[in-house]
């Protein structure tokens, strides 16, 4: 029986009772769950098969961004349907938002139309809490109450904009324009991290040519049949990254 130590909306992540590659027991595993959640929680549905194509796309784009990107991750390997063996990292309570288009909240709030291309990649911070509503939060803010430091933001930064170009490039090989997506980070070994994953659930990602959704607005919008929005995100990325 595996120890569950946290039960999130999605996901819930199980000790690893296991060895990892350095002998130690100190690796984690991530079940990706059916469940699937708008408004923090406040449109909720269980949709079978989710689970498993969130993982599967997470696990390719975290092989990609190592590979491509020099991107460091806690993703160790796939051990099971919708499950990753990830190494443990103390998670920065802190939503890295990255924004190529106006589109959800961003739109709403500055009155910008969904779709318009933006004149620069936009970097957001938000904290994490869904008591709170994942407020944003500036620099100054983040630092004033320790949730992070000034040169722990800069190589989240760093980090988000190099993930952003990687993905833009990979996605464009898959016929898919990457509208926004949401980064979580942690510690590890005096590193930080990308952690967590990359899916449709935390990405916008719209078909290039018609604009179709293929995320998770299918749910939010009530725009129908998210597992095949899911599977044709995982479909296209099978094959573009080899290119």
Same mark, same amino acid.
């Given at each position: 029986m595996k120890e569950a130590l946290i039960h999130g909306k999605s996901?819930?992540?199980?000790?690893?009772?296991?060895?990892?590659?350095?002998?130690?027991?100190?690796?984690?595993?991530?079940?990706?769950t059916d469940a699937i959640? #708008?408004?923090?929680? #406040?449109?909720? #549905?269980?949709?079978?098969?989710?689970?498993?194509?969130?993982?599967?796309?997470?696990?390719?784009?975290?092989?990609?961004?190592? &590979?491509?990107?020099?991107?460091?991750s806690h993703f160790i390997?796939?051990?099971? &349907?919708?499950?990753?063996l990830v190494k443990q990292a103390e998670i920065i309570p802190i939503e890295v938002i990255v924004r190529n288009t106006a589109a959800g909240g961003f739109s709403r709030k500055y009155g910008v139309a969904e779709g318009t291309a933006l004149?620069?990649?936009?970097?957001?911070?938000?904290?994490?809490s869904d008591e709170l509503?994942?407020?944003?939060?500036?620099?100054?803010?983040?630092?004033?109450?320790?949730?992070?430091?000034? #040169?722990?933001?800069?190589?989240?930064?760093?980090q988000a904009l190099r993930i952003n170009e990687v993905l833009l490039q990979l996605f464009s090989h898959a016929n898919i324009r990457l509208v926004d997506f949401?980064?979580?980070?942690?510690?590890?070994?005096?590193?930080?991290?990308?952690?967590?994953?990359?899916?449709?659930?935390?990405c916008r990602l719209w078909d290039a040519e018609t604009g179709e959704r293929l995320d998770? &607005?299918?749910?939010?919008?009530?725009?129908?049949?998210?597992?095949?929005g899911y599977q044709e995100v995982l479909d296209r990325l099978q094959y573009a990254r080899y290119f």
């Open positions: 996901k819930i992540v199980y000790q690893n009772h296991g060895h990892n590659e350095n002998g130690s027991d100190t690796s984690l595993i991530i079940k990706f959640t #708008a408004g923090n929680g #406040a449109k909720k #549905a269980d949709i079978a098969g989710k689970g498993r194509l969130n993982a599967e796309i997470s696990q390719i784009l975290f092989e990609y961004l190592a &590979d491509f990107g020099g991107i460091a390997q796939a051990v099971g &349907d919708g499950e990753m004149d620069n990649v936009i970097i957001e911070f938000c904290r994490k509503g994942d407020p944003m939060m500036n620099e100054s803010q983040i630092t004033a109450i320790g949730l992070a430091s000034v #040169a722990e933001l800069d190589e989240m930064r760093r949401k980064l979580e980070f942690g510690r590890c070994g005096g590193q930080i991290i990308l952690c967590d994953e990359i899916s449709p659930d935390s998770k &607005d299918r749910f939010r919008h009530d725009l129908g049949d998210v597992l095949k």
